[in-house]
């Protein structure tokens, strides 16, 4: 890799940097969505080439597409029309329930008259963001001689693997030059498999740390945990030892059985990293905190290195470098392949 200058590094800093405003409603993100084009101007009725559908029609199609991407991404989700009416943009703007096992919600959404382009979000473009307040909207971190990161996740939220597969890069660069940890949100939304991978990470990350990137690459792209323990050489008699003194320490397989102690009576508890999430009060997969200060950053590896450098006293050279600044897609496979989106959403 080439070394690039300090001007060259901030240059490209300031290209990467997201404006954090709520332009994705969390469904839309959830969706991973989107390429799309947004019409302003009001079409008429009868232009030439243009089939305008009603409403219910238009909605209905715009429903089917979502259902459609949700389906893809391995996601059951129900859909249910709530009301649709005429914007004031010459679109139809439509309210849809959307009930997965992400939770359950209400959004508003917009599509073309003709129901061939969906809009997550209308932006109005009569209000320009200043370069000083996009400059506002930078999160300031403590510096420290060796930083300190965690990312909260649940190991088979998509999300949460969306983060990981661009941190263990980060890991691999940093290696031991700051302290990076993966916990644990302190439910499951994601059955009894999610529990048992997230005791295997724990683990290995606890008592055979030397290969936790390796294991976490192959994880994050297979999905299979057992596969990528014979792959990476784990020691499994250690492994299976520190699970069940874990699990006995946390009551983890106990409260799992207890549906009396779920969260909302609905998400099995998973304690391992209490004091942690109570202290930074995480709430959903991923949640990234650097030097106690919780982070939204950019779903790439470069973006991730860029917020824990800015956090070293002294950054050393593996800061110099720039990493892979493509944004990594949702859920299990390869590294490296984009989702075309910033990447904000949570499991939680």
Known sequence: ?????????????????????????????????????IFFFRPSVGATGYNILSPQDASNKAIKWIESYFKANGIDATLTLVN?????????????????????DTYTYFVSKDGK????????????????EEN?????????????????????CPYGVQFLK????????????????????????HGKE??????VIYCIQKEQRDKLTKFIRCFVESGNSTKCVNETNIDKNKLNSCIAATDEKFNITKLYNNQSTW????FPRFPVDDELVNKYNVGGSPTFVVNGKEVSV???????????????????????????????????????KSSGSSGSAQCG
């Open 263 to 266: 969260l909302n009576g609905r």
């Open 298 to 336: 950019t779903r790439s590896a470069n973006a991730i290195k860029e917020v824990i450098c800015s956090a070293f006293i002294n950054p050393p050279d593996e800061c110099n470098f720039t990493m892979s600044t493509v944004v990594e897609s949702p859920g299990f496979g390869p590294i490296g």
């Open 1 to 37: 890799m080439k070394e690039k200058s300090k001007e060259e590094r901030e240059a490209e800093k300031r290209s990467e940097k997201t404006i954090t405003i709520n332009i994705w409603m969390l469904s839309t993100i959830l969706l991973a969505i989107i390429t799309v084009a």
């Open 84 to 104: 649709v009416s005429e914007s004031e943009s010459g679109l139809y703007q439509f309210t849809v329930k959307i009930s997965s096992s992400l939770g359950e």
């Open 117 to 132: 382009y969906f809009i997550p979000q209308a932006i109005n473009t009569e209000n320009l963001l200043s370069v000083e």
């Open 194 to 199: 999610e529990l048992d991978d997230n005791l």
């Open 166 to 189: 661009a941190y263990v890069q980060v890991m691999e660069a940093l290696k031991d030059k700051a302290s990076l940890s993966i916990n644990f949100v302190n439910y499951i939304m």
């Open 136 to 156: 506002r909207t930078e999160e300031i971190v403590e510096k420290k001689e060796k930083p300190e990161a965690n990312v909260f996740i649940m190991s088979h």
